[in-house]
């Protein structure tokens, strides 16, 4: 396995569309992670998984904003009605789960909105 | 919650010289890693370390729990360690990491 990767690498839209990302996780890997990173700024977390459950979302979170990870594989994260405070990079990562353990993270999709 | 701050926020470097970055949090720490991100985005894990002191190659590691800090040492840096160090912490829950604003390193030849 090659480790965390995500698609799109880049994603240029309108202000007003709809974007979604992929994620593929590390393949035995149980939990999932959104993370979004501003210039100049650190990761901050958006929303957890454990297998294909939601447990935790920050507030960063809008209601525009949607995460799914059907059969505790892959993820999606969606962004509805896109604004162009929404422009940043969106980071995933897995963990196994076995306790405190080590992220991994893919190479992120970056978005501008115009 | 968890409170994670990087000094220097910038430093830069001849090629060969050595460097001390730290990372001050605010709580007890759980899960505590560093990271290098390369100029294209991608977060390269450096350390996991909760506690104690880790080396690899060039670089180094030390975390005093009881303190609250932790330490990345590189040695004779290269052009090649350029690029953004961040420390992160693991919320309370184990839920997600905690990031530091990060430090910029900037090595020239």
């Known amino acids: 396995d090659t480790g965390v990767s995500q698609n799109p690498r880049h994603k240029i839209t309108k202000r007003g569309q709809n974007v979604t990302f992929r994620c593929d996780p590390i393949?035995?890997?149980?939990?999932l992670y959104w993370y979004r990173q501003t210039l100049g700024q650190g990761p901050e977390f958006l929303t957890y998984f454990q297998n294909e459950a939601q447990l935790e979302k920050s507030r960063l979170l809008s209601d525009r904003f949607s995460a799914e990870r059907p059969k505790g594989s892959f993820s999606t994260l969606e962004i509805q009605r896109t604004e162009q405070g929404d422009s940043a990079m969106y980071l995933c990562a897995s963990s196994l789960g076995a306790g405190s353990d080590t992220q991994y993270f893919g190479p992120g999709t970056r978005l501008t909105v115009l | 919650g968890i409170q994670v701050e990087q000094s220097p926020p910038d430093l830069i470097l001849q090629e060969g010289a050595n460097s001390t970055l730290r990372c001050n949090f605010s709580?007890?720490?759980?899960?505590l890693q560093w990271f290098h991100q390369n100029p294209w985005g991608q977060l390269i894990n450096l350390f996991y370390i909760p506690s104690g002191t880790k080396q690899n190659g060039r670089l180094s590691a030390t975390t005093v729990a009881t303190e609250r800090y932790s330490l990345l040492y590189i040695s004779s840096s290269q052009t090649t360690d350029s690029g953004v160090y961040f420390c992160?912490?693991?919320?309370?829950?184990?839920?997600?990491?905690?990031f530091g604003k990060g430090t910029t390193l900037s090595v020239s030849s």
């Open positions: 992160a912490s693991e919320n309370q829950a184990g839920t997600a990491l905690i």
């Open positions: 709580d007890s720490v759980n899960n």
């Open positions: 393949s035995e890997h149980n939990r």
